[in-house]
C-alpha cells in the first residue's frame, strides 16, 4: 500500500514516491504489487466544486511508469465501495522522534490502461443534441433530485409524430361528435388530472370494492404495518384522561377520534391503533419545514417508517453547501392526500375534512381540492331545525362512491385593463 499527499486543483503535477511525505491517499494495483516505488510517477486530480458536497471530495489519482499507466477514483463505478462502509488510517513512522503519526486515508483502485485501448473505443456521437448531452451528464454525475426527473420525463416523454397524430385523431373525433366546446372541455379536464396525479395515492378508479379504489397496502405494506405495532400498542393504551390533554393541548384531533372510537379488542383495534401513529406523523410532518433525521425519535418512530417519510413526503434543496431536504408546498399537498386515504380506511370510507384543514393547518377550501381531485363525494352538513351556535360544529365529511365523482374544473377568467 503506497501513499500520496499531493492536492492540485485540475492541474497535473507530477512527483516522486519517495519525495513525497504518505498522508491521506492510499491505493492498490489491481494486478499486482510494486517492486520498485521510486520508478513511478503519481498525480491527483482535486474536484474544483467544494462548494457541492456531492463533489468537492472526489479525487482522481493517476500512477504512470515506463510502461503501463494505471488510474484510479474513489468515486463512480470504478470506485471502492469499502471507503463508505468502513474509515481507514495509515500510520506513518517519524525516523527522527520514531513516533507514528495516524492520518484518515482514502483506498483507490489503481487500474491498468493498455495503450491502443482509447483509439478503438467508439466515438462521439456528433448527432446528439444539446439536450441529449445534458441527460448524459445528469445519468453520470447528476444528483437524486435530477435523475428522478430525468427518468419521470423520460417515462412521459412520447414521440412526436405519435403524438401529432393521436392528438389530430382525438381532435377530429371530438369536433364531429361533439363540436368545439367540447374539446376544450375534454382539454382541461385533462389538464386538470395530470396537475393533481402528482399527489394523489395510487388509484384503482375501476374496483369494485370501495376499499379497493385507494389500497391500503399502497399506503402501508404489510412490513411497515407490522414495524407500526410497539408504537400504536402505546397509543392504544392511552386513557380517555391522556387523550382530552391531547385534545386541550392542540393535537392532532382525527387522531384523537378514531382513538376515542376503536375497538375494544381484537385485529380491528390493533389495525387501529398502529395507523392512528402513522397518520400523527403525517400530520406533524405537514407542520414541519426541514425534515431532520431524528424525526419522529422521541415517539419510538421505527427505521423503515422514517426512510418512508423521507423518500415520500421531501425533496432535496442545497442550502450553503449543504444538501437539506424540505417539505415544500406540493409535498404539504401530497401528505393531505396520503392523509385523506389513511383516514378513509380508518373511517369505512368516510372522512372528516373539518378535522383533517385544522390538524394539517390549511384552508378547508385547499383539503375539498384535495378530496375532489380524489373522486370524492362530499357530504355536506344537515342545516335543518338546529341554531347558529350548533352550526359550527357541523363537519364536512367526504366519502368514496363508485363510481369516483367527477367535478367540472373552474376556469377564473381575468379581467381586461382598461385602456386609457
Not at 181 to 200: F, Y
Amino acid at each position: 500500500m503506497f501513499s500520496n499527499s499531493c492536492a492540485h486543483t485540475w492541474a497535473l503535477a507530477r512527483h516522486s514516491l519517495s519525495s513525497v511525505k504518505p498522508r491521506t491517499h492510499s491505493f492498490r494495483f489491481s494486478n499486482g504489487g510494486v517492486s520498485n516505488a521510486d520508478n513511478l510517477d503519481f498525480s491527483m486530480y482535486k474536484n474544483t466544486d467544494e462548494k457541492n458536497p456531492r463533489k468537492k471530495s472526489r479525487r482522481i489519482m493517476v500512477a504512470e511508469s515506463d510502461r503501463l499507466s494505471y488510474v484510479g477514483q474513489n468515486f463512480g463505478a470504478g470506485s471502492l465501495k469499502c471507503n463508505s462502509l468502513c474509515k481507514y488510517y495509515v500510520g506513518v513512522l517519524n525516523n527522527q522522534t520514531m513516533q507514528m503519526e495516524v492520518h484518515n486515508a482514502v483506498l483507490f483502485n489503481m487500474l491498468p490502461v493498455i495503450p491502443g485501448e482509447t483509439s478503438t473505443a467508439t466515438p462521439q456521437n456528433t448527432t446528439q443534441s444539446y439536450r441529449d448531452k445534458v441527460d448524459l451528464l445528469i445519468e453520470a454525475f447528476g444528483t437524486n433530485k435530477q435523475k428522478r426527473a430525468l427518468a419521470s420525463r423520460r417515462l412521459n416523454q412520447v414521440g412526436s409524430n405519435a403524438l401529432q397524430n393521436a392528438v389530430a385523431k382525438a381532435a377530429t373525433s371530438v369536433i364531429d361528435k361533439k363540436g368545439l366546446a367540447a374539446l376544450q372541455q375534454e382539454v382541461a379536464e385533462t389538464e386538470s388530472q395530470e396537475a393533481l396525479a402528482s399527489h394523489v395515492p395510487p388509484c384503482n378508479p375501476n374496483a369494485d370494492k370501495r376499499e379497493d379504489v385507494y389500497p391500503f397496502d399502497e399506503l402501508l405494506s404489510p412490513v411497515e404495518l407490522a414495524a407500526l405495532e410497539e408504537p400504536g400498542s402505546k397509543m392504544a393504551a392511552l386513557t380517555l384522561a391522556e387523550l382530552q390533554k391531547m385534545r386541550d393541548e392542540g393535537g392532532s384531533l382525527s387522531v384523537v377520534k378514531h382513538l376515542e372510537n376503536m375497538a375494544t379488542a381484537g385485529e380491528a383495534r390493533e389495525r387501529t391503533a398502529c395507523c392512528a401513529f402513522y397518520l400523527s406523523l403525517l400530520l406533524k410532518l405537514a407542520r414541519q419545514k426541514n425534515f431532520q433525521r431524528k424525526f419522529g425519535h422521541d415517539q419510538g418512530c421505527p427505521r423503515i417508517i422514517q426512510n418512508k417519510l423521507f423518500k415520500t413526503f421531501t425533496v432535496e434543496t442545497f442550502n450553503n453547501g449543504r444538501v437539506q431536504n424540505i417539505v415544500s408546498t406540493s409535498m404539504r399537498t401530497k401528505l393531505a392526500a396520503y392523509s385523506l386515504a389513511l383516514l378513509l380506511h380508518m373511517g369505512h370510507m368516510t372522512a372528516d375534512l373539518s378535522l383533517l384543514h385544522r390538524d394539517l393547518g390549511i384552508t378547508e377550501a385547499k383539503v375539498i381540492e384535495v378530496a375532489k381531485s380524489m373522486g370524492l363525494c362530499l357530504i355536506k352538513p344537515a342545516r335543518a331545525k338546529v341554531d347558529k351556535a350548533s352550526l359550527r360544529d357541523d363537519h364536512r365529511q367526504a366519502t368514496v362512491v363508485l363510481p369516483l365523482v367527477k367535478y367540472d374544473q373552474f376556469i377564473e377568467r381575468r379581467k381586461r385593463k382598461k385602456m386609457h
